[in-house]
Structure formats: structure tokens, C-alpha cells
């Protein structure tokens, strides 16, 4: 992820695309331009859904480039609702550049309500915007997402079918007060769940909570995944420079969305594609502003799966690496104490990139125009919860990445939400094997655990429980909660929410589904962690371990068909991405996007 030039667009190859879209071959002339009568049945389905494409001569030069709309609002996830509000915004953005909008439904992937996780779905999502790409006579597209898993799995399958790409994101939502203060969307939850096992919290505050909680539609207004991915995109260049941090229901909305319809038919026209944005310089520049916002630990795994799309390499280490000289500037929850509301009131991304100039490849391109640099240069200084470089909340970065016995691959952790002194510790391993085993026991009385202890959830990786949840934040024992423990270190293969906090060492891989270390602890086995040193291990005897390993056996697989069954078959580890390996380019033949023979169909 070294700074890196961005390469001019590839020439496109495949029925009627031959050329540049200035040269009027734009890619939906394979399907509409001619007099045949497959042009015709193509042109009779558009207006037959109110889509006028040419006019009475037919004449394919006289019509602007095709934008598809994919929108992925539903009911089932109250995270995506306001994008509803933006379709019709994008639209008239587009048809004020020449274009020709065309809105289509994706995939709704929601936290809230999808299960085992909407990770299982991600890349599914993808495929669908890859072959509805694909299959459809589309010259650009303009991704309407927000939640979480939303946003990465919309983008994967655009930059592998590589056509000019805009995300609108829909926005945090309302800030809820509770007992007269304001509170985070996931953040207070865990918190204030922990301090009801603990007795403090009764049924009449648990109830009045519920209602706060329910404050309105929009993303998390915590810096958790949703944020996280929104302001990530917009580093990356796939997004109107300042709108990711928009609030859900803000004026500004609708303005940004009709900008994303304007710039989506500049970007057919000027071949913006995304292998000329997302360069090895552009990656290097999301992984600092994920240092300097303290963002989610998923957004890591989301970077990785889009990179492997574009053959783009992305290390673990290199999360590290860069991390070393980034300072933490958003005081965000939950590494800080604001919400999104206030970054977007303290300047937002453009702010935030001024501060991180000197650390970022300002010629990355974005597709909105301008540079890197330029967005940066232009920036107004931050104010409120976004500090100044100078004044940092933390100098070092938001992560630590370790490798060693017990994570021969790596494992990661967001050290901005942890206990400083817990980021060096030895400790007895108490082992729960699955997530039903940890609700089992973890608040037993019984349970022979300290806060010394090192708490260990195996079993819960992409390929023991497809979709990888997010249960890695293993709670504290009832008991120790009581006496005043607040953190204690967790190791798992599993995730965690971006709104979480605690020093829990995730993604550790290989995950034990598949033969890796963490299958092989046994409860009272010491493990030592330091974060500082980049080392987690587990402390038994080289023979000790071989004789675990030869007697491991893979766990049976509960799902025998469908998609769990495939992505099982197929994911890969969490340092690639969790990404299917069939979806993953490696290669420039693999980046190539074969068109479909537009004939009859």
C-alpha cells in the first residue's frame, strides 16, 4: 500500500464497448441502439416501465449514458430507510447531466434483524450488483447504502464489474437522551446491558431505554461500522467529497444525492472507473483515516475484500505499519465521546484530510474530480470533536495486529477502545467453544474465572459459523461485573460490533473451524499478549500442541446445502477479506469483465 500513482482507466472490451463513452459506445448501445428486433424488445421493456431512452428516430447518439440506481431501502432494516428519500434526488441529478436513471432493488443487509449476521450476506450482495451489472444495460451506477455490510458488499460487486461508480449513503440517525444524557447507538446499549446484569439498572430504566433506543431511521451515530465504511468510501474517492457524515433527514441530503446523479454521468463520460480510483495509494489513505477516526476493526476485514477485487495487496501488517505515525483525531465513540452529528458539524472528511495531508498520497484520485490533496487543501480546519494534528486524542494509531502461536496469521485489535494496561498481560485461558457454550456458563457462579483470567470464544470464524458474527466481545462474568471489573482481555476468531470497546483481540486466524490454534486452548493453559511487541501466544510446549493438533477433528457443517453451504465451501480468512475465493482477482485476467452476448434472451 505504498504511494502509488493512479494508472489511467483500462479500454473496455465486450458488445458495443469498444472505445471511449466521448466516441458514443457507451456500453448500453449493445442492448438499445439498432433496428433489429432485439434493440426494439429492449427499448419497448424500458418505456413499458416509464424509461424513455431515444427518441422517435431512434437515434442512439441523441441519449445520454445509462445510470442505475440500486437501491437497498426495506422496511426489514431501519438503517437503509432514508435512502428512499434520496432515490428520486439521484434521479434528477442524473437527468440534469443527460442522463437516464434507472432504479432497481438490492439486498438490504441489516444488523439488527439478519441472523446468524448480515457478514454471512455481504458477499452475495455483491454478486448481485456484479451480474445485475453484468446482465443490464448499464453505463454507471450510483450505490444508495448505509448499514454496515451494505455499503463494502455494494462496492465489491461494482469495482469487480468496474464501471463509474458514486455511493449515496442514507446518514446516522437522531441522537436519543436518556436520563439527560446523550447517548450512542450500540455503545450505551452494551454499556448500560452490563450494568443491568449487574443489578443496577431495573425493568423501568430497561424499559425507558427501549424507547430512547428507538429514536428514528438512519446508521449508527456511533463511529461503528456503518460510520466507519461511509467515511472510509469518501477517502477512497467514491463519494461526494463531505457527504458521508451527513446526518439521516438533513437538508443537505438531497443536494449530495442529486450531486451523485450529476457526477455519475461526468464519471461514463471521463471513464472515471474504479481501477483508476482504488489504487494501492488510495488503500494506504483509508487505512490512515481508519487510524485517525478510530474506527470499527471490521472495516480491516471490508478494505481486505475490496483490494483483493482489484488485485491490490493488503497486508495485515501494513494496518500496523501505517498505523505507527497516525494520530488519533475523532473523538468519536466509541474510542471518544462525541457522535456523528458532531464530526459532520467539525468539517467531516474534508476536515479530517486537511489534519492528515502530509501522511496521504494526495494525487489519489477521486470520482468526483478532484484530488486527494486538492479536497484536503481546500478543507476547512476541524473543529469541535475532530482534532487538530497537533493536539491529538492519541499519537500511534487506533490498532495493534498481532501474530504468534495462537495466531500464526494475525489478529487485530482497536486499541483506542481498550485498557491501556490490559495491552500487555498473562493470563489462565478460560475456553468457551461457541457462542451457546459462552451464554451457558459465562455468568455461572461456578465458573473459575478472575479478571486475570483470558477469556476465549473458539469456533465462531467464517467457516465454523458462516457470516463470522459479531459475538467476539465476550461479556464480563456477572460476578466480577458486580465487583467493579470493567475489562479483562478476550481472544476469539470471531467479530465485534464497531460500536463496542474492550480489549478483545479479534479475527484470529486461522480460526479454529479449520484447524487453527485457538481450537487447541484448553481451559488454564497461559496466554500472553503484547500489543506493543505485535505478539500473542499461547504457552504450552511445542509437543503438547502437535499432540492437540493431531488428534483435532473439523466439527461437522450444520448447513448441507444453499448459500451457507456455499460460502463455507468457498470463504476465506479474515486477513483476505472473507471474501469468496472464486470472487477474488488476483490476476489482470481475472479483473477482466466479460460482457454477456446481448442477443435474444
Known sequence: MAKTPAPGAPGRSGPGVAGSAMAGTLRSRAWLAGDDEVAMAHRVALASAGVHVFGKDRDAAGTGPIIGIANSASQLNPCNLPLNQLAGAVREGIEQAGGVGVEFPTISLGEDLMKPSAMLYRNLLSIEIEEMIRANPLDGIVLLANCDKSVPGALMGAVSANIPTVLVTGGARPVASFRGGRIGTGTALWRLWDERRAGRLDDAAWRELEQCLSCGVGACNTMGTASTMAVLAEVLGLMIPGSSSIPAGDPRSAEAARQAGRVAVAAVTEERRPDAILTPGAFANAVVALH?????????????????????????????????????????????????????????????????????????????????????????????????????????????????????????????????????????????????????????????????????????????????????????????????????????????????????????????????????????????????????????????????????????RAHLRGWPALYASHVLQAPDGCDLDFLQAPTPAHRKFVEPVVGRS
Open 292 to 556: 485517525a477516526i478510530g474506527g470499527s476493526t471490521n472495516a480491516v476485514i471490508h478494505l481486505a475484500a475490496l483490494a483483493g477485487r482489484l488485485g491490490v495487496p493488503f497486508p495485515l501488517a501494513e494496518i500496523r505499519r501505517i498505523g505507527r505515525s497516525v494520530p488519533v483525531l475523532a473523538d468519536v465513540e466509541p474510542s471518544g465521546s462525541g457522535l456523528m452529528q458532531d464530526f459532520d458539524a467539525g468539517g467531516g472528511v474534508p476536515s479530517l484530510l486537511g489534519e492528515l495531508s502530509g501522511l496521504l498520497d494526495t494525487d489519489a484520485l477521486t470520482v468526483a474530480g478532484p484530488t486527494i490533496g486538492e479536497i484536503a487543501a481546500s478543507a476547512p480546519p476541524p473543529t469541535g470533536v475532530i482534532k487538530p494534528a497537533a493536539r491529538p486524542l492519541r499519537e500511534g494509531g487506533a490498532f495493534g495486529v498481532v501474530h504468534g502461536s495462537l495466531a500464526p496469521d494475525g489478529a487485530i485489535i482497536k486499541t483506542s477502545a481498550a485498557s491501556p494496561e490490559l495491552l500487555r498481560h498473562r493470563g489462565p485461558a478460560v475456553v468457551f467453544s461457541g457462542y451457546d457454550d459462552m451464554l451457558a456458563r459465562i455468568d455461572d457462579p461456578s465458573l473459575p474465572v478472575t479478571e486475570r483470567s483470558v477469556l476465549v470464544l473458539a469456533g465462531c470464524g467464517p467457516v465454523g459459523v458462516p457470516g463470522m458474527p459479531e459475538w467476539g466481545m465476550i461479556p464480563i462474568p456477572a460476578r466480577l461485573v458486580r465487583a467493579g471489573v470493567t475489562d479483562m482481555v478476550r481472544v476469539t476468531d470471531a467479530r465485534m460490533s464497531g460500536t463496542s470497546f474492550g480489549t478483545v483481540l479479534l479475527h484470529v486466524a486461522p480460526e479454529a473451524a479449520v484447524g487453527g490454534p485457538l481450537g487447541l486452548v484448553r481451559d488454564g493453559d497461559m496466554i500472553a499478549v503484547d500489543v506493543a511487541a505485535g505478539s500473542l501466544e499461547l504457552e504450552i510446549p511445542a509437543a503438547e500442541l502437535a499432540r492437540r493438533r493431531a488428534a483435532f477433528a473439523p466439527p461437522p
